[in-house]
């Protein structure tokens, strides 16, 4: 992480939209180009604020920063990139670079040079997403060569610096004139944007500087990863064909589904069946959490559609702790046998709609609308 826009916005962590709105337009007064005219330091000081808040003031993008914040080293994302994952990978591309974009890293103008990223996607288990697991992805890259040190030159001195661009790789042209002269950047055509001149080839790489090689890539899965969330490993892509950095290497991960857990952010949600007796009279049932199956209470008269809640039993993640959410669900039985019906005609006789608030008012109701019980048999 080059820059720690929190401290360049004088906040907290924690700090409220608010709060970063209020400090980033103090800011940006203090340090407004119009007042330090000529002033190289102020005018870099003024482009990291905007950049810094353009990042904070966003949630989604805040959340995605904070995430790289807590995983130095690979950058992670979460969030509901793409709608779904339906649309597949051409709409997230954009938003991808977007961020990138924002977060300080190569330019636009740049990324021409810079080798091209590389994109796996990777199930995950729905159990291996919500606690953390180590993957491996093989894939074949065009990787910098050993040999010429990517050069494409024999041992990676048989070149010269190309005379027409000056080893930039560009050229500029000014366009246009009067008021409206602009300076535009080309690939300088003679070197193709290396800003060298091979004398003699790699024999390795035959003076493409790159090789294809199979590679194998582990990473730690954070506990939490959901469907479109990614990592990023810089420089796991392929190799620049003309000199730039190399691409990177990103991983989208797609979580399946689970028979018995629904989750939605870090809380996770079970659907727990219980039988007539045990609502009425209440009692131990088992529910699972993602490391093993803790006894939970039916308070007496539970009625169908009470959530429970188990604090702190859903996903532990760097980011947080969720709760598990267990919503019970009544089940009238459907295959009873003549003891049992003979036993719960004896209980209806013995019941009251009184027993219950909703049927006591719903008899009302019926009553003094058509003046006829509406459970009178
Ligand atoms: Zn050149
Ligand atoms: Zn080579």
């Known amino acids: 992480m080059a820059q720690d826009y929190y401290k360049i916005l004088g906040v907290d962590r924690k700090a409220s939209q608010d709060e970063i709105k209020a400090s980033y337009r103090k800011l940006v007064k203090q340090y407004h180009p119009d007042l330090h005219p000529n002033d190289a330091e102020a005018a870099a000081k003024f482009k990291e604020i905007n950049e810094a ?7 989604k993008k805040r959340q995605q920063y904070d995430f790289e914040l807590d995983n130095p ?94 080893g930039t790789g560009k050229i500029q042209r000014v ?25 003699e080839k790699c024999d390795v790489c035959g003076g493409k500087g790159y090789n294809v090689s199979s590679t194998t890539f582990s990473f730690d899965v954070p506990a939490g990863a959901d469907t479109n969330s990614y990592i990023v490993k810089r420089g796991m892509g392929h190799a620049s064909t003309r000199g730039g950095e190399t691409g990177d290497l990103i991983v989208v991960f797609k979580v399946t589904s689970h028979k018995i857990f629904k989750r939605k952010d870090f809380d996770l949600y079970v659907e727990l069946p219980i039988s007539y007796m ?3 009279l ?29 604090r702190g039993k859903g996903i532990k993640s760097r980011r947080g702790t969720g709760n598990l959410y267990v919503t019970v669900t009544v089940e009238t039985p459907s295959k009873l046998s003549r003891t049992q019906k003979d036993l719960l005609k004896k209980l209806e006789a013995e019941s009251d709609v009184r027993q219950t608030a909703k049927m006591a008012d719903y008899k009302k109701n019926v009553e003094s609308l058509y003046g006829v019980d509406p459970y009178e048999k």
């Open 282 to 310: 209440g009692g131990k049932v088992k529910v699972p959490t993602l490391d093993n199956a803790v006894d939970i209470d039916i308070p007496e008269g539970t009625q169908s559609g009470r959530v429970i809640t188990v």
């Open 175 to 199: 366009v246009g004139g009067g008021l409206f002269r602009m300076v535009n950047e080309t690939v300088c055509p003679d070197c193709g944007g290396t800003g060298r001149n091979i004398t």
């Open 73 to 166: 080293g690979a950058s992670q994302g979460f969030g509901g990139f793409g709608g779904g994952g339906a649309s597949g990978f051409e709409g997230f591309g954009d938003i991808f670079s977007d961020i990138f974009g924002g977060f300080g890293g190569s330019s636009r103008r740049e990324s021409k040079q810079k080798g091209e990223d590389i994109t796996i996607e990777v199930e995950l288990s729905f159990l291996d997403a919500a606690k953390g697991c180590n993957k491996t992805v093989k894939y074949n890259r065009r990787e910098p060569c050993s040999s010429c040190k990517g050069t494409g030159a024999k041992d990676g001195t048989k070149f010269t610096t190309c005379s027409r661009c000056k």
């Open 53 to 59: 808040n353009e990042v904070l003031s966003d949630p």
């Open 278 to 280: 045990t609502a009425c």
